[in-house]
C-alpha cells in the first residue's frame, strides 16, 4: 500500500494536493479521476445512515440511540449492528458514516447525551471498539467523534475546556485510544478547544494520537471546525466541508512563499490516498457488504431495541398476562421520539409507535392525558395534497426571481435542505399543499423556518415576516426554528390551499445553504384539563395503565444542553394522578438520557426505553407481554433530583467550562459524595431470578458461577470493579474493570470468567502511565452498588 500511495503523491502537484485535503461539496471528499480516485461521500450517523441529502424519498434504517446500544452492555450485538450499517452505507453511496459518538455523560444536562454511549470509559471503549471493528470488517470507514472533551453544548463552537492531564488521559481520551487500537480510519476532532488550543489544531492529535497510539488514518474537522488557513500546518487533514475556502488559494499561497511547507500537507495527502485504498475509493473497487431486507433490518432493529430497554423496577407486575386490559396514556404513546435530534436523525422509510405496536397485542385504550407541546407539527401525508400531481404530498418549487428552476413532489411537510442544488441556485422555496380538515374546530395553520417567509393561505397572504434565529447555531435553524400561525376555523373535509415561501441565504461560511421549511399545523383538541380527566377516567377502568413520558426535540437536541431532568408538561402530574387511582401503573420512559421520576416507588414497574429506534412499539409490545425479556443495563446513573447531582455544570465562565471534578464523574462522582441516586450505574431487572457463587481469582482473571433460578430464560450482566482503599494518590471509590453479558435456560449454570485488563490498575502520572505497587480489591457482582463477591488481586 506504501508504494502505491507514494506513486499516486507523486502524480499530484500542488493544487492536486489541496485539493484532496478539503472536502468537495457538504458531505463529499474530492476525488481526482487523473489518478483513478472517486468522490467519496460521507454521511452523517451514528444511529443509522441518511447519506448525502435529507430526503424523505431515500428513507434509512433508523437504530436505536447510542445510550441504547450501551445499555445492552453487550459488544457482540454490534456485530449485527455494524453489517447494517456497512450495508445502508453502501446502498447510499457512503464510504463512510461519522459515528460513534463517544464522548462521556460527564454531566446528565448534556443534551446530546442520548447519541453517546456512557458516564464510564470502560463501557464506552468497549461498545465504540466493538462499533469501529464491525462496520469496518464490511469495508466502510467507521468515524469515531468528537476528539476530544466535546461533552456538553453550551457554546460548542467557542468553549474552552480546561481539563486536567490525569483525567483527560483516563476519562476522555481512553476511548478514542481503543478506536485506534481496533483500527479507525477515520476520525473526527471537535469544535471546542481544550487547554487553551482550538481541537483542530490542538498538539493533542499529534500527541497521543497520531504519535503514541500510531493512528494512520485521516483526521476530519467537524464541519467549520477548521478556523484559519494555518491550521493546515497543524493535526487536522481534511477541512469539511467544501467547496475549500480556507484551505484553498489562501492555503496555496502560504505552501508557495514557505509559510506552510508542502512536506505538512503531504503526510494529509498520504493519508487521505491510505483511507481511499482501504475504503476501495481508488479504482471503483469498494468491499462487497451484506445485503439486509427491509424485514431482517426490521427485526435486528427490534431485537436491540428490546436488548436495550432496562427494566428498574417491577413489583411483578410485568410481563402483563395475556388478555390483560390497558390503558395506554401518555404523550410519547401516540407521537413518541424513535432517535435524537441534530446530526444523529434520520428519515425512516416506517415507524412504529407504542400504541400501534400495541394494537391487537393486548386489549387497550388510549389517550394522550397531556398536552406537552404548543407547537405545530409538520401537516401529516394524510391530510395534505400536492395541487400539482393530485397525490398526498406537498410540491416543492425552487425560484429564481420569476424563474421556476425545479419543482418536486416530497411526502413530507418538513423540509430540510442540506446541500440541495436546486437550492443553492435559487432566491427562494415554496412549498405548497391543499389541507384537508379531518378534525372540526379551531386550526393553527403556519410555518417554521429562518428568513423572510410568507404564508398564504387561499390566495391571501396571511404571514409575512423576517424571522430571525435565537442561537447562531445552523442545527436550531434546521431542527429547531421560530414558528408563527394564524387560526382559521374547518369543519371535517374543508380544504384550504396553503402556501409557504421562504428566502435561501447562506447560513455559515462553508456550509453553503441549510435550510429548514416546515408546513406545519395544529389540530383542534379537548382543553388540557379535559384531555387529563379523560386519561385517568380510562386508567379507572382498566386492568393496568401503562403511560409512557419522555422528553421532546427541544429538550435533548444536538446544539443545546438541558437546564433541569425534570419532563416537560404535565407528564408527572398525570403519572402520579394514575398510580393514585390504579395501583397496577407501569411508566415507560422514552428519553435519552437521565428524568426525574418523582413517582418512581408510587408505580407498579418502570421501563426505561430510551431513543429505540423505528421498531418502537414492536419491542416494547414484546417486553410488556413477555415474548422478550428487557435485557439492559444502566450505562449512566439516574438521579432522584437534579439538585442531587455531583456533576452538573455544562455552561461556561468567561469561555471556559472547567472540569473541576477531574477523575470524578458518573458513578464515580456519586459514591464519592456518598449520594444514593435513584438507580446506579448497572442497575437492570429482568423475568428470572439469580444467583452468583464461587469468586475465584486467579492472576488477574476473575470467575463465577452463575445460574439462572428462574422458570424462564434470561440475561444477566456479569461486572468486576476494582478499588484501592489504601492508595497513596486519589482514585475513586471503585471503577469498572470488566464485564460480560450471559444468558442462561431455567436451571442452567455456567462459570462466567473475565479478564482484567493491565489498563484497569493503571493511572496517568507524570510519566505516563504506572501502576501503584501493592494490592487492589476486586469487586463483582450485578451493579456498582450489588457487588457481593470481594476478593484482592496484586
Not at 383 to 412: C, F, K, M, N, W
Not at 739 to 747: D, E, I, S
Amino acid at each position: 500500500m506504501q508504494d502505491r500511495i507514494e506513486e499516486l503523491l507523486a502524480e499530484l502537484d500542488l493544487a492536486g494536493k489541496l485539493r484532496l485535503i478539503s472536502g468537495a461539496g457538504l458531505f463529499r471528499m474530492a476525488g481526482d479521476p487523473a489518478i483513478g480516485l472517486a468522490e467519496m461521500p460521507v454521511s452523517d450517523g451514528p444511529s443509522g445512515v441518511r447519506g448525502e441529502n435529507w430526503d424523505e424519498r431515500d428513507p434509512s434504517v433508523s437504530l436505536p440511540s447510542g445510550t441504547a446500544i450501551a445499555a445492552t452492555w453487550d459488544p457482540a450485538l454490534l456485530g449485527e449492528i455494524g453489517a447494517l450499517i456497512a450495508a445502508e452505507a453502501r446502498r447510499k453511496g457512503v464510504y463512510a458514516v461519522l459515528g460513534p459518538t463517544m464522548n462521556l455523560h460527564r454531566s446528565p444536562l448534556g443534551g446530546r447525551h442520548f447519541e453517546c454511549f456512557s458516564e464510564d470509559p470502560l463501557l464506552t471503549a468497549e461498545m465504540a471498539e466493538a462499533y469501529v471493528r464491525a462496520v469496518q470488517a464490511h469495508g466502510v470507514s467507521a468515524c469515531p467523534k468528537h476528539y476530544v472533551a466535546n461533552d456538553s453544548e453550551t457554546d460548542r463552537f467557542t468553549v474552552d475546556v480546561h481539563v486536567g492531564d490525569r483525567a483527560l488521559h483516563e476519562l476522555y481520551l481512553y476511548p478514542f485510544e481503543r478506536t485506534v487500537e481496533a483500527g479507525a480510519w477515520m476520525l473526527m476532532d471537535a469544535y471546542n478547544a481544550v487547554n487553551g488550543t482550538t481541537m483542530t489544531e490542538s498538539p493533542l492529535l499529534d500527541e497521543p494520537l497520531k504519535g503514541a497510539w500510531g493512528f494512520d488514518g485521516v483526521v476530519v474537522s467537524d464541519w467549520t471546525a477548521v478556523r484559519s488557513t494555518e491550521s493546515a500546518a497543524q493535526g487536522t487533514d481534511l477541512c469539511m466541508p467544501g467547496p475549500p475556502y480556507l484551505w484553498g488559494e489562501p492555503l496555496a499561497e502560504k505552501v508557495r512563499s514557505g509559510e506552510i511547507a508542502e512536506s505538512a500537507i503531504d503526510d494529509k495527502v498520504r493519508r487521505i490516498l491510505r483511507f481511499a485504498i482501504r475504503v476501495g475509493a481508488l479504482d471503483g473497487t469498494p468491499q462487497p457488504t451484506p445485503v439486509f431486507t427491509d424485514a431482517q433490518a426490521q427485526d435486528v432493529v427490534r431485537r436491540v431495541a428490546a436488548q436495550a430497554m432496562v427494566l428498574v423496577r417491577n413489583d411483578g407486575i410485568l410481563p402483563l398476562a395475556p388478555g390483560t386490559k390497558i390503558a395506554l396514556l401518555g404523550p410519547a404513546a401516540g407521537e413518541p421520539r424513535f432517535l435524537g435530534g441534530g446530526s444523529a436523525t434520520v428519515i425512516p422509510g416506517h415507524t412504529i409507535t407504542p400504541l400501534a405496536g400495541l394494537d391487537g397485542r393486548l386489549p387497550l385504550t388510549h389517550t394522550a392525558g397531556v398536552h406537552l407541546s404548543e407547537d405545530l407539527i409538520p401537516a401529516p401525508l394524510a391530510i395534505v395534497i400536492d395541487p400539482e400531481t393530485g397525490e398526498p404530498g406537498v410540491s416543492v418549487r425552487y425560484l429564481a426571481g420569476d424563474t421556476v428552476l425545479g419543482t418536486q413532489h416530497r411526502t413530507t411537510s418538513r423540509l430540510v435542505l442540506l446541500g440541495e442544488p436546486l437550492a443553492a441556485r435559487s432566491d427562494l422555496v415554496e412549498l405548497h399543499a391543499r389541507l384537508r380538515a379531518d378534525t372540526a374546530g379551531d386550526w393553527q395553520i403556519g410555518f417554521g423556518g429562518v428568513g423572510h417567509i410568507r404564508l398564504d393561505i387561499d390566495g391571501e397572504t396571511a404571514l409575512d415576516e423576517n424571522v430571525a434565529l435565537d442561537s447562531g447555531d445552523p442545527a436550531a435553524a434546521l431542527l429547531n426554528p421560530p414558528q408563527r400561525h394564524v387560526t382559521r376555523t374547518l369543519a371535517v373535509g374543508d380544504e384550504v390551499d396553503v402556501r409557504v415561501v421562504t428566502s435561501i441565504e447562506e447560513a455559515m461560511p462553508g456550509l453553503g445553504i441549510i435550510l429548514g421549511a416546515t408546513l406545519g399545523i395544529r389540530r383542534p383538541q379537548r382543553a388540557d384539563d379535559e384531555e387529563f380527566a379523560a386519561a385517568v377516567d380510562l386508567a379507572r377502568e382498566a386492568d393496568v395503565a401503562v403511560i409512557v413520558v419522555g422528553t421532546t426535540e427541544q429538550i435533548e437536541s444536538e446544539g443545546v444542553d438541558r437546564t433541569s431532568l425534570r419532563l416537560p408538561g404535565r407528564q408527572d402530574e398525570l403519572v402520579a394522578a394514575v398510580a393514585a387511582i390504579n395501583p397496577r401503573t407501569v411508566v415507560v420512559v422514552n428519553s435519552g438520557a437521565p428524568v426525574e421520576m418523582p413517582w418512581r416507588d408510587d408505580v407498579a414497574a418502570v421501563l426505561l426505553s430510551w431513543f429505540p429506534g423505528q421498531e418502537f412499539g414492536a419491542a416494547l409490545a414484546d417486553i410488556l407481554t413477555g415474548t422478550t425479556e428487557p435485557g439492559g443495563r444502566l450505562p449512566t446513573t439516574w438521579p432522584k433530583t437534579t439538585a442531587d447531582v455531583p456533576v452538573l455544570n455544562t455552561t461556561p465562565v468567561d469561555g471556559v467550562l472547567d472540569y473541576t471534578e477531574g477523575i470524578h464523574i458518573g458513578y464515580r462522582a456519586w459514591l464519592r459524595a456518598g449520594i444514593e441516586p435513584a438507580y446506579p450505574f448497572g442497575h437492570g431487572l429482568g423475568y428470572t431470578t439469580w444467583s452468583t457463587n464461587d469468586l475465584v481469582i486467579a492472576g488477574r482473571t476473575v470467575s463465577l458461577t452463575v445460574t439462572n433460578t428462574g422458570d424462564r430464560p434470561g440475561k444477566q450482566v456479569i461486572q468486576a470493579y476494582l478499588s484501592r482503599p489504601d492508595s497513596v494518590i486519589d482514585r475513586p471509590v471503585r471503577w469498572l474493570a470488566a464485564f460480560t453479558a450471559v444468558t442462561l435456560a431455567p436451571g442452567e449454570s455456567r462459570i462466567v470468567t473475565l479478564t482484567l485488563p493491565r489498563r484497569a490498575f493503571e493511572h496517568w502520572g507524570p510519566d505516563g502511565w504506572e501502576i501503584e505497587p501493592g494490592e487492589f480489591t476486586v469487586q463483582a457482582g450485578t451493579s456498582v452498588t450489588d457487588l457481593p463477591h470481594i476478593g484482592h488481586v496484586c
